[in-house]
Nanobody, 121 residues
């Protein structure tokens, strides 16, 4: 069964930290790089970070130096450590496989429920 389950979100003050976890089915986890997406109210969904099976990472500019993506291949799990959180980080965070296309990185169709991250001002 194809499944992605995110957890670890919550309410935090600016400057605080959260660690998100994503448990994915082996068929998704093994075949593709994994990424964390987020969708803030009134904004487009964006790819926050991605990681290949070998551990090569990439981040969107707004989170560089603050967020760290990692993975445990044996556990089919990907993590997002978020430090120095800002109010603008408030969003629902989703984990998904990312697929390289001619136009860029796109998610698979196998979305989880997401996990809410709220950073107070």
């Amino acid at each position: 069964q194809v499944q992605v389950v995110e957890s670890g979100g919550g309410l935090v003050q600016p400057g605080g930290s959260l660690r998100l976890s994503c448990a994915a089915s082996g068929s998704i986890f093994s075949a593709n790089p994994m990424g964390w997406y987020r969708r803030a109210p009134g904004k487009q969904r964006e790819l926050v970070a991605r990681i290949t099976r070998s551990g090569v990472t990439n981040y969107t500019d707004s989170v560089k130096g603050r967020f760290t993506i990692s993975r445990d291949n044996a556990k089919n799990t990907v993590y997002l450590q978020m430090n120095s959180l800002k109010p603008e980080d408030t969003a629902v965070y989703y984990c998904n496989a990312v697929v390289r296309t001619f136009t860029g990185w796109v998610p698979s169709d196998y979305w989880g429920q997401g996990t809410q991250v709220t950073v107070t001002s």
